[in-house]
């Protein structure tokens, strides 16, 4: 099966840089997706990594490395729409199945 | 383009009561899921679908029934509620060829009583 480990909160300022990790247990995926979610509303997808190295999408960069199971997400020049929630999620490759797994999500708080 | 919907937006029921969500989608997208979200939990996928006529479980689909007759639709069934099934609900929708960029619903609350 899959498992993936976010810190459950995390905490910045506005105007700062903020790394959010996700570390992984899976014996094979396609790529590694994250998502924003405000309160109340519905995720929204952000950036996806299917090779190591680093994506980057506006003030928003993800970070894959396979070798280590690891990966994060790079939220710069935070702003205060940023405080959300923030999930990685994974694609399992293991018997076909393209049906993603979600972790936990990191609750971002960004204070002025 | 609406995107995804879903309906209804907010009920309650009393445990034992039956109701089905809908979820409609506009993008022609062949995959097609619902998840449940409570606190702490993340999303957890109750069943999903490949195509129309084709159905699978997920992570959590005991006490759940989906059913996707028609592409753009994709109905969840609770046939006896729970309390424990009280949670938000979310549909989502992705192409087959890019299953890590899900579209999702804004959601339905459900309490059940």
């Known amino acids: 099966g899959q498992s993936l480990e976010q810190p459950s909160e995390v905490t910045a300022v506005e105007g700062a840089i903020v790394q959010i990790n996700c570390t992984y247990q899976t014996s094979g995926f396609y790529g590694l997706s994250w998502y924003q979610q405000h309160d109340g509303g519905a995720p929204t997808f952000l950036s996806y990594n299917a090779l190591d190295g680093l994506e980057e999408t506006g003030r928003f960069s993800s970070f894959l490395s396979r070798s280590d199971s690891y990966g994060y997400l790079l939220l710069q020049e935070l702003q205060m729409k940023d405080s959300a929630s923030y999930f990685c999620?994974?694609?399992?490759?293991?018997?076909?199945?393209?049906?993603?797994?979600f972790g936990r999500g990191t609750s971002l708080i960004v204070h002025p | 383009n609406a995107g995804v919907t879903q309906t209804p937006k907010f009920r309650v029921l009393k445990t034992g009561q039956s109701m089905t969500l809908l979820c409609a989608q506009d993008m022609n997208h062949e995959y097609m899921y619902w998840y449940r979200q409570d606190p702490g939990m993340g999303l957890r996928l109750i069943h999903y679908s490949v195509g129309e006529g084709t159905t699978a479980k997920g992570e959590v689909p005991d006490g759940y029934n989906v059913s996707r007759l028609k592409k753009q639709n994709f109905l969840l069934g609770l046939e006896s509620a729970a309390p424990s099934q009280t949670s938000v609900y979310f549909c989502a929708s992705s192409k087959r060829q890019a299953t890590y960029e899900q579209y999702f619903g804004p959601g339905t609350r459900l309490t059940v009583t």
């Open positions: 999620a994974v694609s399992p490759s293991s018997g076909g199945s393209y049906i993603p797994t």
